[in-house]
Structures are given as structure tokens and as C-alpha cells.
């Protein structure tokens, strides 16, 4: 089991540029979350699916940001019109039935 | 207001001795997670509570949901123990799995 994969590890934008962040679960989990971590902030939820549907977006910055399931291999998150306040390591979860949610090792995005 | 409030925020331990870490509620948590967090910045698991205590080597940890607190017991404190520690909870109302995060422990073990 290779555990929750994200991709890429690193990122740099510029300013104004698109961000696209990936997340593949682990096989068989049904629920995938995302959170961002900044060392103002800690860790903070953005966003998850439960059966690829959306269930709470509640984290998210209402402009700019954006999160999709298409198929239960994979979560993209999608961040317009990057600004250096988006900063942040953002981190891929997903769980199972059980809930205990396991997480990938995050992507860095460096906006300069 | 925060609903998972953390302490210590830092702690530093000796090798072989021990100490507790713990987590207040200030809403019904559904379940506690524990994680730490490692020098590359995974976050690791260690406990997944839904009641009572769980015990894995070293480490101990204990969720009371009545109460509104969890705690991370370590003893015999290694090298590879330092990191940062962070609990998180999952609320027990509206079927809401999302967590919520403590503001994390630091740990640094001495030799």
C-alpha cells in the first residue's frame, strides 16, 4: 500500500499564476479531505468528498479556490490567480469507513 | 473560538524520562486522532480514539468524550521522539468527519 499520494511535492508560482494539486487516496477509501498548513494558521480544513460527491467546503476561500473528484482515484484542488498569502503546505487525507484518516506527505506552494 | 486547545505548545524531555500531552475540547468530539509530525513534515499516526485508552509501545493515549479532553502519554523518551505533536478531533454532531486541529506540541528530546 503505497498510502495517499500527492503530487507534486514542490511548487513555485508567480504571482497570478494557476496552481494544480493532486491527491491519489489509498485504494478503497471512500472519503478524501484537504487541509493547509501555515505557521500562522496550523493546520486548517478546506475541503472533502465523501463517494467522489462534495460534502463540506466550509475551508475553502470563497474566490480563487477550487476542488474536484472525478473518479475515487483522484482529487485535484485548483488555485487561481495565485497570491503569496496562498503559501502553505497543503496536505491530502483520506479515510475509510473506520474514519481514521491517513495523509500523504503534502505539497509545498511557494508563491512568489 | 478554537475547539481543540493544546498544551504544552513546547516540551523538552530527557532521554528515558516522560510526560503527557493534552488536548481540551470545548465542543463534543466524536473521536480524537493523534499524529506526529516528522522532520520531512509527514504527519504520522499514532492513535485513532473513539473512547477509553490505546496503548502501543512507548506511547499511551486516552480519550473522555464526556469530558471533553484527550491526552498522549510518553515514557522512556527517545531521540526519535522529537518532533511535533498534534491532536485532532472530528465532532460528534452534524456526522461531520472533518478534523480539527490542535496548535501542535513540540518536543524535543535531550540526551
Known amino acids: 500500500n503505497a498510502g495517499v499520494i500527492q503530487t507534486p511535492r514542490h511548487k513555485v508560482t508567480g504571482k497570478g499564476q494557476e496552481a494544480t494539486l493532486w491527491c491519489e487516496p489509498i485504494s478503497g477509501h471512500s472519503a478524501v479531505f484537504w487541509y493547509r498548513q501555515t505557521i500562522v494558521q496550523g493546520l486548517e480544513f478546506l475541503t472533502y468528498?465523501?463517494?467522489?460527491?462534495?460534502?463540506?467546503d466550509s475551508g475553502m476561500p470563497k474566490e480563487r479556490f477550487s476542488a474536484q473528484m472525478p473518479n475515487q482515484s483522484h482529487s485535484t484542488l485548483k488555485i487561481q490567480s495565485t497570491q503569496p498569502q496562498d503559501s502553505a503546505v497543503y496536505l491530502c487525507?483520506?479515510?475509510?469507513?473506520?474514519?481514521?484518516?491517513?495523509f500523504g506527505p503534502g505539497t509545498r506552494l511557494t508563491v512568489l | 473560538g478554537d475547539q481543540v486547545e493544546q498544551s504544552p505548545s513546547a516540551l523538552s524531555l530527557h532521554e528515558g524520562t516522560g510526560s503527557a500531552l493534552r488536548c481540551n475540547f470545548t465542543t463534543t468530539m466524536r473521536a480524537v486522532q493523534w499524529f506526529q509530525q516528522n522532520s520531512r513534515g509527514s504527519l504520522i499516526n499514532l492513535f485513532y480514539l473513539a473512547s477509553g485508552t490505546k496503548e502501543n509501545g512507548r506511547l499511551k493515549s486516552t480519550f473522555n468524550s464526556k469530558e471533553s479532553y484527550s491526552t498522549l502519554h510518553i515514557r522512556d523518551a527517545q531521540l526519535e521522539d522529537s518532533g511535533t505533536y498534534f491532536c485532532?478531533?472530528?465532532?460528534?454532531?452534524?456526522?461531520?468527519?472533518?478534523?480539527?486541529f490542535g496548535q501542535g506540541t513540540v518536543l524535543s528530546v535531550i540526551p
Open positions: 487525507a483520506s479515510s475509510s469507513d473506520t474514519y481514521e484518516q491517513y
Open positions: 485532532a478531533a472530528s465532532m460528534a454532531t452534524g456526522g461531520n468527519n472533518k478534523l480539527t
Open positions: 468528498f465523501r463517494n467522489q460527491a462534495p460534502i463540506d
